[in-house]
């Protein structure tokens, strides 16, 4: 199950059950395009399809060099990170205020209309920081990591009496609201608020202490307020997510403890491949959401007409499904543990994103029997409640469909 050269992804394993001396081959092969002088990104790229092993901080590290945040020169990296890493020290200083430090600020107060006002600006933040704090504090509720407290609080922030503390400048009324991915474009998932796990679990922690939530919040607002054209928007705490939980978890203490200012770069790098997704203004150009999911209609018309119609003649749109799995990466769709495998695949391809739309078409066609059995109600439920399938097999079936659409393509089918 091969899928052309190095300009896509490439053989996926059939079975993730590995003998020790393949295994331990598979890493020795890794470690030799990692300690290249100059890595071969395309190596890294067809090793990484098949998956990173979950080892020795392979992936935080494999994701960092695929996410264009390390150069493929091993000799800059020192060089790169260490600047890196002040800068996003000196955005912290910058944008972490508090409103006693403006206090004595010419002409400024609380009741300022002036749009130059420090303090008209720090209300204003308040009203992104509101929906982001609402949704860190509910990331991966089923895991209890991102309320633990992380092994490297940001000090300036832990021992400053609350008043750095971002989600301070939030009232607990803010946060009951039920789960709503993205307004404005067809049907998404709604969680009641009876089925969602209580905001009150994920609480700040002592002073001197920090959660992973809180770490994660921090770095979205830093985010919201460099990119003002953007902003916040909800879902992105769900793109977030598996990069923090993958380096804040790497066992190389000297890449953990900057977990949080590397996981800012490669999410910044990653939303800028991805941001017209988010972006409701750009939905229907070549790079929007609409389009995406045309494509996938697209795809499983080609390769499961009956499907296709099916769905059709239910009124079974994209948007009802497809859009929160292209937007999120399938973050919502599967386990944590799932999400990074298929991650490792999806960063891997060159074409960037290609891959996805099979994955979308092969997660369809692997339950079409259930699909074709079933009427309005329960096809929607299905494809928004995915089915326990193996995420080995979703992987190979799509693999299967890319290679037929490319030799389709290739050969002016």
Not at 119 to 131: E, G, I, P, R, V
Not at 364 to 386: C, E, M, P, W
Request: aromatic residues 12%; proline residues 4%; negative net charge.
């Amino acid at each position: 199950m091969l899928i052309g050269s190095n300009s896509g992804p490439q053989k996926i394993f059939q079975k993730s059950l590995f003998t020790m001396s393949s295994y331990d081959l598979r890493l020795k092969d890794l470690d030799q395009v990692l300690e290249s002088e100059v890595i071969d990104l395309s190596k890294l790229r067809e090793f990484c399809f098949n998956g990173i092993p979950d080892v020795k901080g392979y992936r935080s590290l494999c994701w960092r060099l695929l996410l264009n945040y390390l150069p493929c020169d091993r000799n800059k990296w020192d060089e790169q990170l260490d600047h890196h890493r002040k800068l996003y020290q000196q955005w912290l200083d910058e944008i972490l205020v508090t409103p006693g430090s403006f206090d004595n600020e010419e002409c400024d107060h609380p009741l300022s209309e002036d749009p130059n006002s420090k303090w008209n600006t720090f209300f204003k933040d308040n009203q992104a920081l509101t929906q982001i704090d609402k949704d860190v504090r509910r990331l991966h509720p089923e895991l209890s990591f991102f309320q633990q407290a992380t092994d490297y609080p940001l000090s300036n922030v832990v021992y400053s009496s609350g008043t750095k503390r971002l989600n301070r400048r939030v009232g607990m009324h803010f946060l009951n609201s039920a789960n709503v991915v993205r307004k404005g474009l067809g049907i998404v998932k709604i969680t009641p608020k009876a089925e969602q796990t209580s905001t009150s679990e994920f609480k700040p922690l002592e002073e001197g202490s920090e959660a992973h939530w809180e770490v994660v919040e921090r770095i979205l607002f830093v985010y919201c307020k460099l990119n003002p054209g953007q902003g916040y928007v909800q879902g992105m705490n769900e793109i977030i997510g598996p990069i923090y939980y993958c380096f804040a978890t790497d066992p190389i203490i000297k890449m953990k403890e900057h977990a949080e200012a590397d996981c800012f770069f490669v999410f910044t790098n990653l939303m800028s491949e991805i941001r017209d997704f988010f972006i409701k203004t750009l939905d229907e150009t070549d790079t929007g959401i609409v389009n995406m999911m045309r494509k996938v209609t697209e795809r499983l018309k080609e390769n499961d007409p009956v499907v296709q119609s099916y769905l059709v003649k239910n009124e079974i749109y994209p948007q009802y499904y497809s859009f929160r799995w292209l937007t999120l990466l399938l973050s919502q769709e599967f386990s944590l543990p799932e999400v990074l495998r298929i991650w490792d695949s999806l960063f891997s391809d060159s074409q960037r994103f290609s891959f996805l739309i099979d994955i979308c078409c092969a997660m369809i066609v692997l339950i079409r029997d259930q699909i074709l059995a079933g009427d309005f109600s329960t096809i929607v439920k299905l494809l928004q409640n995915y089915p326990n399938v193996e995420t080995r097999v979703i992987l190979n079936k799509a693999a299967e469909l890319s290679v037929k659409n490319r030799d389709e393509e290739s050969s002016g089918i």
